[in-house]
């Protein structure tokens, strides 16, 4: 999907782009809803559950706040509102999740979409430091699904409540991610580079 919607972007502009996404991600959400209430276990409706539509939301707001952070208002007072914000709907006081878990899910993550990102660029200097340690989060990117369908399937993920699950699932998967990147991705792109910058033979004719 990824070079479908840049050629989009491309071809109309980023605002459509992103409004195009955003209209997708609101009708993925109705789909999901309409799956998991009147299709629970059904095996196409697993598959739709497992596609990038459901996902879409959080890769397009993630996509928007890249382009238009520089230009959004950057107050302290709107991280913490949206902190009590995310706070709020996830205590769920309204019973939203029974009634429709998908747009519960997406309601709650706007609001920690901009704390996270703000407290990225505004928070304590001393988080600086970390950009000297070791780049992981691409190992991130591509093992926490696979980390998370293994504490699904062993049923982990029973044995502890939300937030201490969220921890170690963390933690785990941190540490297969430095893994993969000091056995895997260190190397490899200390190859890439020795390749790159090597000189090239040039023959000289007598």
Not at 4 to 22: E, N, P, Q, T, V
Not at 176 to 191: D, T
Request: contains cysteine; hydrophobic residues 55%.
């Amino acid at each position: 999907m990824l070079p479908a919607i840049y050629w989009f972007y491309k071809r109309f502009g980023f605002k459509k782009m992103i409004l195009c996404s955003f209209a997708v991600s609101a009708f993925s959400v109705l789909i999901s809803f309409v799956v998991l209430k009147f299709l629970p276990g059904n095996v196409f409706g697993n598959l739709y559950l497992h596609s990038f539509l459901p996902q879409m939301f959080y890769f397009t707001l993630g996509i928007f706040w890249a382009k238009a952070w520089s230009k959004s208002p950057q107050h302290l007072v709107l991280f913490l509102s949206s902190v009590i914000l995310f706070l709020l709907i996830k205590a769920d006081p309204m019973h939203l999740s029974s009634i429709n878990s998908t747009l519960w899910n997406f309601l709650w993550f706007v609001p920690l979409s901009y704390a996270i990102v703000w407290f990225g660029y505004n928070g304590p200097k001393i988080f600086w430091h970390l950009n000297r340690l070791d780049d992981i989060s691409m190992g991130i990117f591509i093992w926490h699904m696979v980390i998370i369908n293994v504490f699904l399937y062993t049923g982990i993920n029973k044995t502890l409540s939300d937030y201490p699950l969220i921890i170690v699932l963390i933690a785990v998967t941190a540490a297969i991610a430095f893994l993969s990147y000091r056995i895997v991705e260190k190397p490899a792109l200390k190859l890439r580079n020795i390749k790159k910058n090597k000189p090239v033979k040039t023959r000289i004719a007598s």
